[in-house]
């Protein structure tokens, strides 16, 4: 392992909130989650509905995890199944920040999903524990008495060790707490021989390494570097080699992000652009090429990032914001409502000059986490024709397949296409 001494040693801690979805509709219904056997679906009126969350009691009895499917539960009386409450579901979660800030300041905490958050106490732990698995207790005490969640933690010297320990150690543990150290990977991540539970780990990395003779995490820490990156490209080499030893150097005031790679388009454009619909024509062009090379990548994107520069002329210089998505997507339209998102919310009406966008948080597309709110078989074949009609515009040209708004006259896709690297081939 690397030195110790050169690696990062504050307080993270990784904070999950169990059976999010389901805990809160219970309360909801004036029902103990402990107790309950209920699965929140995403509509109960169809049978292969996905379910989205399931109590513990569900889990221990009948299996039934989250992507299981609605006719897979069994048909007894004492079993509960509930469509979601997504406004219920955010004003539980934001109360559940709210007391997450009374011990970090907002800059030394980030919100990674509805039901899960990264803090950073190293600054703050004195002034109320007298070490981070008190103040885990401390939290999770306050959380329960408050909204009724019961939350879990993994405490760690980074964020990625925190992650680690909640989800191979914390979940389980009975007080929903585990704090690991550099020093417990060889007894307590090494030994793990199902490759893919390793956060950034798909199949079709786990059958790559297999064949490579590695089959434990540990067989991937000591695994040479300089092979690694033959095997995997720079970025991934490099990323297995520092999660299977713990190695992780961002830190939460800076936004915790896990390592990845990132796609991005800028575009000077050739006049000022002031009209909306003209400005969403030029980010529909943009995003869709993006997305054509993030499906190439095998790849789906969690954030995305919009820059709008102004004129020069104009009063204010424009703004460049990020949102994360509620899920994984390769999709165009998907990426493009996104976009929509931010674009509406914070463009003014001032002169575009530049307009600028990127994906971030990147995942292998056999990674992704489902879209919890749309029926996956139908989006399983939107996926393969979104790869078909790249398999067309890689043979063609891409101006081969093109969106009708790319024959607009303020549309600049077609004549970029007939560029390389933004100029006349």
């Not at 005490?141 to 010297?157: H, N, S």
């Not at 165009?332 to 409502?337: A, F, G, N």
Request: with cysteine; glycine share 6%; net charge positive.
């Amino acid at each position: 392992m690397n030195n110790e001494m050169n690696l990062p040693k504050r307080i993270i801690m990784c904070i999950d909130a169990r059976s999010f979805f389901a805990t809160v509709t219970c309360l909801m219904n004036d029902l103990d989650p402990r107790l309950t056997k209920l699965a929140v679906v995403s509509n109960k009126e169809e049978r292969g509905s996905v379910v989205l969350s399931a109590t513990p009691l569900l889990k221990k009895v009948h299996g039934i995890q989250t992507g299981r499917r609605l006719f897979e539960i069994p048909h007894e009386k004492n079993i509960h199944v509930m469509n979601p409450s997504m406004s219920t579901y955010i004003r539980v979660s934001n109360h559940i920040t709210s007391i997450l800030l009374r011990y970090v300041s907002p800059e030394d905490l980030h919100t990674y999903s509805i039901d899960e958050a990264f803090i950073d106490c190293t600054a703050s732990l004195h002034l109320f524990a007298k070490d981070a698995t008190q103040l885990a207790f401390i939290i999770q005490r306050a959380v329960f008495a408050e909204t009724g969640v019961d939350v879990t933690f993994g405490i760690g010297p980074n964020p990625l060790m925190a992650k680690l320990a909640l989800d191979f150690e914390g979940k389980k543990a009975l007080s929903g707490i585990a704090s690991w150290d550099y020093g417990d990977l060889p007894q307590k991540l090494w030994p793990m021989r199902s490759l893919k539970k390793m956060w950034g780990i798909g199949e079709r990395t786990e059958v790559k390494l297999k064949r490579l003779g590695v089959y434990t995490i540990g067989a991937i820490a000591v695994y040479p570097l300089a092979s690694l990156i033959q095997h995997f490209g720079k970025e991934k080499g490099r990323m297995l080699h520092e999660h299977a030893n713990g190695i992780d150097f961002s830190r939460i005031s800076e936004t915790y992000r896990a390592v990845q790679p990132s796609i991005h388009k800028s575009q000077i454009l050739p006049h000022a652009y002031q009209r909306v619909e003209d400005l969403k024509i030029l980010l529909l062009e943009q995003i869709e090429e993006l997305c054509f090379r993030l499906r190439k990548q095998r790849k789906c994107v969690r954030t995305i990032h919009l820059t709008v520069v102004y004129q020069h002329t104009y009063s204010e210089k424009g703004f460049s914001k990020q949102q994360t998505l509620s899920f994984d997507t390769n999709l165009t339209l998907e990426v493009y409502e996104g976009f929509l998102t931010l674009f509406n919310r914070y463009y003014k009406g001032g002169p575009v000059k530049k307009l600028g966008t990127a994906l971030t948080q990147l995942v292998d597309d056999d990674e992704r986490q489902m879209h919890l709110f749309c029926d996956e078989g139908k989006r399983e074949n939107q996926i393969k024709l979104a790869h078909a009609m790249d398999d067309i515009r890689g043979r063609f040209g891409k101006n081969s397949l093109l969106w009708a708004v790319s024959y607009m006259p303020h549309a600049t896709g077609r004549s970029r296409n007939e560029k390389i690297s933004g100029h006349q081939s």
